[in-house]
């Protein structure tokens, strides 16, 4: 079983809509889970990051974290063709120190 | 503030070569921490570093190492490179020592071509 589990798309939506993106971890004992954005050709830039059960909302973008089910998703309300990038979700496991485990990303496009 | 800067940007190699890169962290971030990313194996943690001591290390062969200053500025290291070095290296600093809410911040990342 890999560590983090995320679908690659790519996942197509209509400018407006809401994107929703997936992301199923195993490490239980995961403390912090993160959201980063790909451009291609870029590095990934934080967006999101969320520590407790429920949801984080911050302008457009809504994070929710289910620690029972070991799953972390992200909207993306009114969805514009610039959200066109790849979506790595990332998780800080129960060892020491600061190592992020990512999972392969998801591919979002966003059609005019 | 500044963000996390990489250089150089652009580095092409030969196989057998050794390669050194540079990462300053944000002002006042102690934690660096350093990835590779390819197709085919996504982002992948090499190791971490603060206060000077590596803290954490990846699941990669030891012709990679790094280190860091006094300053917090990180350099990585990989020897006798191999046509499977080709990536993207990519820097992240963080502010925090250790806990649960740290936030890491990528620099632009150095993209390692090895012919």
């Known amino acids: 079983q890999k560590e983090v589990e995320q679908n690659s798309g790519p996942l197509s939506v209509p400018e407006g809509a809401i994107a929703s993106l997936n992301c199923t971890y195993s490490d239980r004992g995961s403390q912090s889970f993160f959201w980063y954005r790909q451009y291609s050709g870029k590095s990934p830039e934080l967006i999101m990051s969320?520590?407790?059960?429920g949801d984080k909302e911050d302008g457009r973008f809504t994070a929710q974290l289910n620690k029972a089910s070991q799953y972390v998703s992200l909207l993306i309300r009114d969805s514009q063709p610039s959200d066109s990038a790849t979506y790595l979700c990332a998780f800080k496991g129960t060892g020491g120190g600061n190592k992020l485990t990512f999972g392969t990303g998801t591919q979002l496009k966003v059609e005019l | 503030k500044a963000g996390v800067t990489q250089t150089p940007r652009y580095l092409i190699k030969t196989r057998g070569q050794q390669v050194t890169l540079s990462c300053s962290p944000i002002?006042?971030?102690?934690?660096v921490s350093w990835y590779q990313q390819t197709p085919g194996q996504g982002l992948q943690f090499l190791f971490e570093y603060f206060s000077e001591t590596q803290r954490n290390k990846g699941n990669f062969p030891g012709r990679f190492s790094g280190r860091q200053f006094s300053n917090s500025r990180s350099e990585m290291n990989v020897s006798t490179l191999e046509l499977g070095d080709s990536a993207l290296y990519l820097c992240a600093s963080s502010s925090l020592s250790s806990g649960s809410y740290n936030e890491q911040f990528f620099g632009p990342g150095t993209r390692l071509t090895v012919l």
């Open positions: 002002s006042g971030h102690r934690s």
């Open positions: 969320i520590y407790s059960n």
